[in-house]
């Protein structure tokens, strides 16, 4: 078995009101494009965009190559660990609103009390999120997005797998639901766009360099990337849409679809 982090929005991590309604509104059109071409080539249910999620998927991969790794690589070879570990709990911090929004939208009210104390403790005993207090204390951190959110009031059908540029895998689902979340976060309205842009990118950057060997053990121990990247990324979204209370960041995964090719 292996431990694989959270796929989706590797790059591109927490979906802002600001800068994405065109990537909604790309995600959405490729949805409309699976409906009306039911007939486009598919060897796997609930895919029937596989052909060009290969292709945008490619497209990733070399921006990765490219861009996005040496990026985090430099990052993790510049930044000392406990500074990175500082960063990463700040942004989780400034993310427990949104969480809270959607606990209570689930009517997970207990959930909800937790994610209240972890704000307000990690905020002014952690220093305005450096240092993860509530965590040491016994207060774990909960989940809670906008498409957990659909899925609890009845839209259990997230639709066709989609690959999307930079962002990664989603469905039309939760890909609505991850823009909403940026509405649903009111600290993503107070900040100046400045550091709101800033805060994406370290967000971005964090993010994949979490998941540097990760993703060089999916990519090097897949016989079909594409195939073993939608099963995690599956399984992993199965496990959180099904979460009442805490959530870690990582999933075992026990199948690979490439294995049995």
Do not use: K
């Amino acid at each position: 078995m292996e431990d694989v982090p959270a796929l989706d929005g590797l790059y591109a991590p927490a979906m802002r009101p600001r800068n994405l309604p065109l990537i909604l509104a790309l995600g959405l059109s490729l949805a409309a494009c699976a409906t009306r071409n039911g007939d486009m080539e598919a060897s796997t249910p609930g895919d029937p965009l596989e052909p060009l999620n290969r292709e945008v998927l490619d497209v990733n991969i070399a921006l990765d190559d490219a861009v996005f790794r040496p990026v985090a690589v430099g990052y993790r070879a510049v930044v000392p660990e406990f500074a990175r570990t500082g960063i990463r709990n700040a942004l989780a911090n400034i993310q427990e609103p949104r969480i809270l929004a959607n606990n209570i939208l689930q009517g997970r009210f207990l959930d909800a009390g937790h994610t209240t104390l972890r704000f307000v403790f990690n905020s002014t005993i952690g220093l305005g999120g450096l240092f993860d207090v509530a965590t040491d204390w016994g207060i774990a951190r909960r989940s809670g997005d906008f498409g957990q959110t659909l899925h609890r009031w009845g839209v259990v059908d997230g639709g066709p797998y989609l690959m999307l540029p930079i962002a990664g895998p989603s469905n039309p689902r939760d890909l609505v639901g991850r823009v909403s979340d940026g509405f649903l976060n009111p600290i993503n309205w107070l900040m100046p766009i400045e550091a709101d842009v800033s805060r994406f990118v370290v967000d971005s950057v964090d993010t994949r360099e979490q998941n540097i060997e990760s993703i060089d053990a999916l990519r090097s121990g897949s016989l079909d990337f594409y195939a073993r990247l939608r099963s995690v990324w599956e399984q992993r979204r199965n496990a959180e849409l099904n979460a009442i209370g805490d959530t870690g960041h990582r999933l075992d995964v026990l199948e690979d679809p490439g294995a049995t090719q």
